[in-house]
DNA sequence: CTGTTAGCGCATTCAC
DNA sequence: GTGAATGCGCTAACAG
């Protein structure tokens, strides 16, 4: 391991005017400066960061919490491009990611809180948004900075987020506009997740612009029931449905194949979260409200390393 | 922040002998040892794991490497699982995990050349298998050591993994013994692969053993054509068929419902890498080989930490 | 069994 | 502008 020594000595200079130049201290003649650089990279020096965060008393990494999978959604495979998204960001700046993940409650704040502690990480990005979280209390009362990705859940909070309402409006109006459809269905799956109840506000607010009346099905994941069955079931009542907004693209697979099987013929669909590695869904008529994950966990770091940034919102597009 | 000279003074010893305590160090009295531990307890101490690490010389971290963006596989929402489990086997021992995940190869080889350098990590886990994988090449350059979920690529390599083969087997076992089907549809994506491959020799052999030829449907997700059309047309083809086998449950999902709508009637169907929150795919004829991720992430940190383990294959088991 | 000393690699006083 | 000295929190010799 070649050290900062390493470095000063074969510039035959101090430990400290190495340490300076490498850090761009303003008190450093441009020379040196550039002198000890090359010299640094020539040698292929790379710092050691438990030294650095010893001395700082900070840590150069960002943790990121996960859900606890007691309530692991339906959004799953979105989460490793946010993570990919986030060390985009991070790596620039040296920064390392951390993970703190658990299946319950208790379990996650306990690592969270070794996290802060043990490793004196000052950044978390939060990837699920909840009220009361236990989580954000720990994180509020050790004063360290954090973004959630989602709904914010108080005013000074940081955050990453889409315009849900927004987007669920655009579907609902693609919907009329490109595809002439008329009697949209509009399925969601556990609308306590504050996402999905503004998208399909956004959603219904399009319909009643139009003069539409507009139709929900709620298909609960939790439940192990038949759904197939259920679902089958209700679409049979409705055979004028000649459109579907789903905020699940597996929901969407799902519905979408019953509703063809049933009517015979197919029917225009937007989904929302799409799975990159599911292209099983498509064809003329389906559409996807694309968020961009990678996009959004690079605003994440952002927000969180610019003390000036409060938060970010990540435009979408609709797309096939 | 308490450190241990905090709680050595209060104690009324010296440093290391505290430390030496918290330690478990043998040649400590098992008297001063509770006391010491009692008062750190008391005092809320934590050690500073960048001190730690920094007089150690090493990193109480793991590093976890996703497939890069590039490769991405059909078995995304199976990473997070693992994750919980290696944190679930790492946070008793005050380990942490931090992950390196990048597009592409070159960023990828690069984020675990910082982590070994700049963080001093020692340990780590593949969540990919691939033979020439560049990343491995610097593991081993550097000593450090790791072990792949997967198929290992050499001799010594530690590797937890599933009998993707006998999984094969005993999945085509199941389709002639519980359901009687006598033309069962082998559905597979992309067997270079190797776990996929095992599992279609495996499917194969069980068919062979019971005298009965065996057909195989390769399905590349990577194509971004009608899927739909195209397996519904050579479905057509295969009228007779009575059963499937699928390396995966999205595209068991898929071909459940096109066969379901063209026969007019449902087919028993195996799936391999069940999605937790995919409940959409089930009923009286639907089976998953439950291949138990949690339980691979786990193991995984148990291979690495024991210098005995080389290697854990995790059992599977077929159920609803 | 326990205390003293020294040093991990780095950044930061304080002098010059 | 630069060097010498000090300490971050902890562990590992080396005494005793």
Request: net charge positive; hydrophobic share 40%.
């Amino acid at each position: 391991m070649v050290t900062i020594r390493d470095i000063a000595k074969r510039a035959g200079v101090s430990g400290s005017t190495a340490s300076r130049a490498l850090n761009n201290h303003p008190k450093i003649s441009q020379k040196t400066r550039d002198k000890i650089k090359a010299i640094a990279d020539e040698m292929g020096y790379l710092p050691n960061y438990n030294a650095k965060n010893l001395t700082n008393g900070v840590s150069n990494a960002i943790g990121v919490v996960f859900p606890p999978g007691e309530m692991s959604t339906a959004s799953n495979p979105f989460y490793v491009d946010i993570l990919m998204g986030i060390n985009r960001e991070l790596r620039p700046r040296n920064g390392v990611l951390s993970v703190a993940i658990a299946n319950t409650m208790d379990e996650l704040t306990a690592n969270v809180a070794a996290l802060i502690s043990q490793g004196l990480i000052r950044y978390f990005v939060l990837l699920y948004s909840k009220k009361a979280d236990p989580v954000i209390k720990l994180l509020r009362e050790q004063k360290v900075d954090y973004v959630v990705i989602g709904d914010p859940n108080a005013e000074d909070e940081c955050f990453v987020n889409n315009d849900n309402q927004l987007a669920g409006q655009k579907a609902g109006e693609y919907m009329l506009r490109k595809f002439n459809a008329k009697r949209t269905l509009f399925v969601e799956s556990d609308p306590e997740q504050g996402f999905e109840r503004k998208r399909r506000l956004g959603f219904q607010q399009a319909m009643t612009t139009a003069g539409i009346p507009s139709e929900v099905l709620k298909v609960s994941l939790k439940g192990q029931m038949k759904l197939d069955d259920a679902i089958a079931q209700f679409l049979m009542t409705r055979q004028t449905i000649d459109g579907i907004v789903t905020t699940d693209d597996r929901l969407g697979l799902m519905i979408y194949q019953l509703l063809w099987r049933q009517l015979d013929r197919e029917v225009p669909l937007i989904s929302f979260n799409r799975n990159r590695t599911n292209n099983l869904l498509m064809g003329p008529m389906v559409r996807f409200v694309e968020l961009y994950p990678q996009t959004m966990g690079a605003a994440a770091v952002r927000v969180l390393v610019d003390p000036a940034k409060h938060s970010e919102m990540i435009p979408f597009t609709i797309e096939r």
